[in-house]
């Protein structure tokens, strides 16, 4: 059987979202040209926030990053770091503060790396700058590529693995090893920019690389993320009857047959097109 690139925990989240989201049944309403404009302008102001965080991810500098295990922070002598939407961390410091050295071996090999840990059903294979991992069957030597968001990468002769690898390499099979990171406004372990489905940052960044994939397609789509949002809270009934955006975020009025919801939604970690959209917070218009 081929094995899967994510933890049960990863996987059970998984589910969850396509059982959730299945049965997306995209609506149009009625658009109020007035209500629209205000609505843009409303949405251009609250999300001002948001824009402001995102542009300043596009950094390195490593004194922002703080890595956390059991919720206790801890320090590396080589310094973990924030590139390409992920956090980096040095595979041999982490496997000795995890203390699973003596539980694994290592090996090195012109920039590829083979890990084998004690208990687990499958040994790993990684490659410096490939974006990918090895799983090789312990009992039957077959082995299973999969696509992954980042790659390992070398720095100043240190081997550095993404923040997603501790899930898909060290957790993988009946270990909870709670490792989290901060970085400027990200927590590993919060909803990120305090959105509306729970979504973490790093399981974000996961969903936009399914979506580039060919996965979750209708993730691109504001209104049918509006229609499964409400549909996932037993709401599906109503439809869109105001709706406004620029691309980038945007705000509708969902109304039911009991009441009308503001929605706001916006694209954490990709701007363009193919960016997902993640609904930021909604409320009962009824109440205000």
């Known amino acids: 059987m081929l094995e899967n690139i994510y933890t049960t925990k990863m996987s059970a989240n998984k589910k969850l979202l396509q059982n959730r989201f299945t049965k997306i049944r995209s609506k149009t309403g009625r658009i109020s040209k007035i209500m629209s404009c205000v609505m843009a302008v409303l949405v251009a102001v609250t999300m001002l926030c948001a824009t402001v965080v995102m542009a300043a991810l596009d950094s390195t500098e490593e004194h922002e990053v703080k890595i956390f295990y059991n919720n206790e922070n801890i320090e590396f002598n080589n310094k973990p770091f924030f590139y390409d939407r992920t956090v980096y961390l040095p595979l041999i410091e982490l496997f000795d503060t995890l203390e699973l050295t003596d539980k694994s071996e290592i090996k090195w090999d012109n920039g590829k790396i083979q890990i084998k840990i004690d208990e687990h059903q499958s040994n790993y294979e990684i490659h410096i700058g490939q974006n990918k991992i090895v799983y090789i069957n312990f009992w039957n030597n077959t082995q299973n590529d999969v696509l992954t968001p980042t790659s390992p990468m070398l720095r100043n002769g240190i081997i550095y693995i993404p923040f997603d690898y501790v899930e898909w390499i060290i957790n993988r099979y009946n270990y909870n090893y709670d490792i989290s990171f901060t970085f400027g406004g990200i927590d590993s372990k919060t909803p990120y920019l305090g959105n509306a489905e729970w979504i973490t940052y790093p399981y974000i960044c996961d969903l936009q690389f399914q979506v580039d994939n060919g996965h979750f397609s209708w993730r691109t789509d504001a209104q049918q993320v509006i229609q499964a949002f409400f549909e996932g809270m037993g709401m599906g009934n109503g439809e869109i009857t105001v709706f406004a955006g620029d691309g980038t ?25 193919n960016g997902i959209w993640v609904v930021k917070k909604y409320y009962n218009a009824n109440n205000n």
């Open 249 to 273: 975020k945007c705000s509708a009025t969902y109304t039911t047959d009991d009441a009308s919801y503001i929605i706001e939604l916006f694209k954490p970690v990709q701007r363009d097109e």
